[in-house]
């Protein structure tokens, strides 16, 4: 043990945070952080592996005893922002930055990684998992997907968040839906465009599209049990040509639960409604749904681990009543296993996630690491 404490001993987590901002890339195509990630894991004396479900990494720490298994989550991917800041660790990558704080929960991970190294865990085997593509919403699955991973037998399962908006260090934590399922939907209305004089002679796609559109604006009505949104997002109706009436029509829009049922009960309906308009106006109906997310549901047998542990560290804990109306794909980790997804404050006036001046907030890698060792420490020993 005393060798790989000396090799971890040059890692300073904020650093290292740094440098990953530094050198920020897109979901999908994180290859050079996914070499990073597990070059450091190897630096503390563990043994990653590499290529899990694209650019994924895993690394088990095992104790000398039986005992339960638990995972543990952070993401890598970045994001196609530009960059508005004048910090030396500013992105070198045009058009792309770690606008979200993945940055920051890796070098968290890295930090639990670093003491486990030293400490591992007395019963079970503790699984820290590096996930890229999590903007995209395919990272999660990707990597559950994988044979290394369908081997495995977990227990229980844990990721946090970065929140802006609330004050740094507060853990904020919800049994239940924690975040929200959603899903953008794109549809194409194709008719057929006409000289304006005579409009008859065309299809134009307006009237269905008005229909589409009230449709949409209503939906959430239908489902009063549960939370439910949707968003337009853009609408277009042909060209700006005043002697053209219009040949075909867009609309863009986003919906939302906190149920995942009731998420897949919004999109059959907007599937029924779509063959409808098809069948009725003679018009093309093309849709396609994009960036899906399923609800991050919490078991509150995990969420009473997090609240436990974060008050006997002297953290304040923030119950949510409302679910977070964002989206993580941690989500698909718990679909198949238990386990819960929280949130630690990034300071009340922290430039909110994906703004072009936000930078992931130092002070919390330590209380995130703190706070997974001591759950680790609960249920390991
Ligand atoms: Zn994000
Ligand atoms: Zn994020």
Same mark, same amino acid.
């Given at each position: 043990m005393e060798t790989e404490r000396q090799l971890g001993n040059d890692f300073k987590a904020e650093s290292f945070r740094k440098q990953l901002h530094k050198h920020p890339e897109l979901s999908g195509h994180e290859i050079n952080t996914a070499l990073t990630i597990a070059q450091q894991l190897r630096h503390f004396g563990l043994n990653p592996q590499e290529g899990? %479900?694209?650019h994924g990494v895993i690394c088990t720490v095992s104790g000398e005893q039986d005992g339960e298994t638990t995972l543990l989550r952070a993401d890598f991917d970045a994001l196609p922002i530009q960059e508005k800041a004048t910090h030396s660790?500013?992105?070198?990558?045009?058009?792309?930055?770690h606008a979200c704080g993945h940055d920051g929960h890796t070098a968290s991970l890295l930090a639990v990684a670093e003491k486990l190294a030293v400490t591992p865990p007395k019963r079970g085997k503790v699984i820290l998992l590096f996930q890229p593509a999590e903007e995209t919403g395919v990272g999660a699955s990707a990597m559950l997907n994988s044979a290394e991973l369908k081997q495995l037998k977990i227990d229980n399962v844990f990721a946090y968040h970065n929140l802006p %908006?609330?004050?740094?260090h507060e853990v904020v934590i919800k049994n239940n839906t924690f975040a929200c399922a959603s899903t953008g939907v794109s549809i194409e209305l194709e008719g057929k465009t006409s000289h304006a004089a005579y409009p008859e002679n065309g299809l134009n796609p307006a009237k269905a599209m008005i229909e589409i559109l009230q449709f949409l604006e209503g939906l959430p009505s239908q489902y009063t049990e549960n939370f439910a949104l949707v968003t337009i997002v853009s609408a277009q109706l042909g060209?700006?040509?005043?002697g053209v009436s219009a040949g075909r029509a867009r609309i863009l829009a986003t919906l939302r639960s906190d149920c995942n049922s009731t998420f897949h009960a919004m999109q059959s309906t907007i599937r029924l409604k779509l063959e409808e308009v098809g069948k009725g106006s003679g018009l093309g109906v093309e849709y396609s749904w994009h960036e899906p997310f399923n609800a991050a549901v919490n078991s509150s047998v995990h969420v009473d681990i997090v609240r436990t542990q974060a008050k006997q560290l002297g953290l304040k804990v923030n119950e949510l009543r409302e679910p977070m109306r964002w989206s993580e794909d941690f989500s698909e980790f718990l679909i198949h296993y238990p386990g819960a997804l929280f949130c630690i404050g990034s300071g009340e006036s922290h430039p909110e996630l994906h703004n072009p001046d936000y930078d992931f907030p130092d002070e919390i890698i330590e209380t995130a690491s703190t706070l997974f060792m001591s759950i680790v420490k609960q249920l390991h020993g």
């Open positions: 899990i %479900g694209g660790h500013v992105s070198v990558n045009h058009g792309i930055m %908006g609330q004050p740094l060209e700006e040509a005043f």
